[in-house]
Structures are given as C-alpha cells and as structure tokens.
C-alpha cells in the first residue's frame, strides 16, 4: 500500500512538491501510518477469513475501511491540498482502491497459510 501511494501521489500526481514537511520526514511518518493501517486490516481481516469467498470479502472490507480512512484524513485536515471536486472523487477513489489491494495481500497470505497449515495437519 505505501509503495502504491508513492506512485499515485508522488509519480502521478506530483503532490509531494506541496508538502509542508521534509520529503524524509514525510516518508518516515508515512511507514508509520502504513503500518498501522496495515494492523487494522489485518486484525479485521482476520476475523472475517473464514470461508471460500474470504478473498473477495477482504477486498471489499478494505475498499470501505479506504473510504472511511480517506473521509476521516479529509475532515481532520490532513489530505493533500484538494484541487477541487474532480480531485477530491479521484483522491476517494484511489484510497479505495490501495486499501483494497491491501487487503487482498493479506487475504492472499491468509489463504496461503491456510492451506499450509491444512497440509500439514494432513500429513499427521
């Protein structure tokens, strides 16, 4: 998720030349966030793996938790300066979609272990 934000915002969008910190800083805050946000997927997505389709349930549950994510940096003033409408549908959008990326990371290695652990218990 944190490399997919730094393309999308630092390649695409070009909008670390607005930042009000050090670039350094900046990333350094930004591992730390991300990690975070990871956790909480993670501990979310825990709960919620439990059948065939969990896959598609995490993506899901990870766009939301974007969207939300996305709503409360937004009001808490702390999103990249919006340059209108346009951009603000588009920053939404995005946050959905590398939270749901995120998500369907962890789904997939909780699906893997899943099956290495089934593996296991079937061969004792």
């Given at each position: ?12 969008l ?87 990326a ?23």
């Open positions: 998720m944190l490399m997919l934000s730094y393309v999308w915002h630092g390649l695409i070009n909008d670390f030349r607005n930042l009000s910190l050090s670039l350094p800083h900046f990333l350094g805050l930004s591992v730390v966030a991300y990690f975070f946000i990871s956790a909480i997927l993670n501990s979310v997505l825990h709960y919620i793996m439990v059948d065939e389709v969990a896959i598609t349930k995490g993506v899901l549950v990870g766009m939301a938790f974007g969207f939300f994510l996305y709503l409360a940096v937004y009001t808490l003033g702390l999103a990249y300066h919006a340059r209108g409408m346009k951009h603000l549908v588009i920053d939404f959008v995005w946050q959905m979609i590398e939270q749901g995120g998500a369907f990371v962890i789904g997939f290695a909780f699906r893997i272990y899943e099956r290495n652990d089934a593996m296991r218990t079937s061969e004792d």
